[in-house]
């Protein structure tokens, strides 16, 4: 079963999110074969987002990394939970970069993510500079030394995303992709329950050789995720 996660980011309205879920229902009819989907939309459109025939299942973008109390602005997993969502993504590149996340505040994400039930979706990736270095193995390494605490035989979804790929236009080659998938696996041994995902730049015209010439198990797509027949699309690829 491939997952395929919609990465919407601060995009879409209530009213938007709403049309895109019928939209989206319109064109996969009762479900793409051997594909779950996931949509991961503001928390704010989090309850139009949901489809009540569960075709497919909701995520949220961020948990706080505090489980309650005075942390005005946040959001913390069990609020997510109850609103409905399955999934969380931890640890995206615009989370570490923008808002200055690094290990131990993810580790905390992660917990909190597996005290309310959540399963996290953990992003990693290296970044251009990194990857012309050489140090991609030891950049993917240190990321998933965040993961130390996580319990290994809980399901986990782990996303590579080079930063360099995401929101540029420029999807990692197959054979490149492949190799981080190579790395992170081993990384990963460890643990019973795991999938890798690709993200970065993902489109219905590059989904096709990104699924045939790697062993991915999905996609976490963000800008060709915000209409629901590119979406639908990526999932068929
Ligand atoms: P992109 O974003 O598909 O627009 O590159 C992917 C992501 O940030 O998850």
């Known amino acids: ?3 395929i996660v ?3 980011k601060m995009h879409k309205t209530r009213a938007e999110a709403g049309a895109y879920a019928r939209e989206l229902a319109a064109t996969i009819g009762g479900g793409i074969d051997g594909r ?3 949509l991961a939309p503001s928390f704010t459109a989090l309850a139009e987002a949901r489809d009540e025939r569960g075709r497919w299942s909701i995520a949220c973008q961020n948990v706080a990394a505090e489980a309650g109390g005075a942390f005005t602005g946040e959001v913390s997993a069990a609020q997510a939970r109850e609103a409905g969502c399955r999934y969380a993504i931890v640890g995206h590149s ?3 970069r923008l808002f200055g996340e690094e290990g131990p505040v993810l580790a905390k994400k992660l917990q909190r993510c597996r005290e309310a039930g959540l399963t996290p979706i953990y992003c990693l990736g290296e970044t251009l500079e990194e990857r012309d270095a050489g140090e991609t193995p030891a950049i993917l390494a240190s990321q998933v030394e965040t993961l130390a605490s996580d319990p290994r035989e809980l399901p986990l979804v782990a996303a590579y995303e080079p930063v360099w790929a995401i929101g540029t236009g420029r999807a990692a080659r197959p054979e490149d992709a492949e190799s981080a998938r190579r790395l992170l696996a081993g990384l990963l041994a460890g643990r019973t329950d795991f999938r890798l995902l690709y993200g ?3 489109t219905p015209e590059n989904a096709p050789a990104l699924s045939s010439q ?7 797509v963000g800008g060709a995720s915000l209409t629901p027949a590119a979406f639908a699309a990526i999932a068929r690829a």
Not at 214 to 220: D, K, P, S
């Open 1 to 3: 079963m491939k997952l």
């Open 214 to 220: 790697t062993a991915f198990e999905g996609f976490l």
């Open 36 to 38: 779950e989907l996931v």
């Open 94 to 96: 615009e989370r570490r």
């Open 200 to 202: 970065g730049s993902v």
């Open 6 to 8: 919609a990465n919407w």
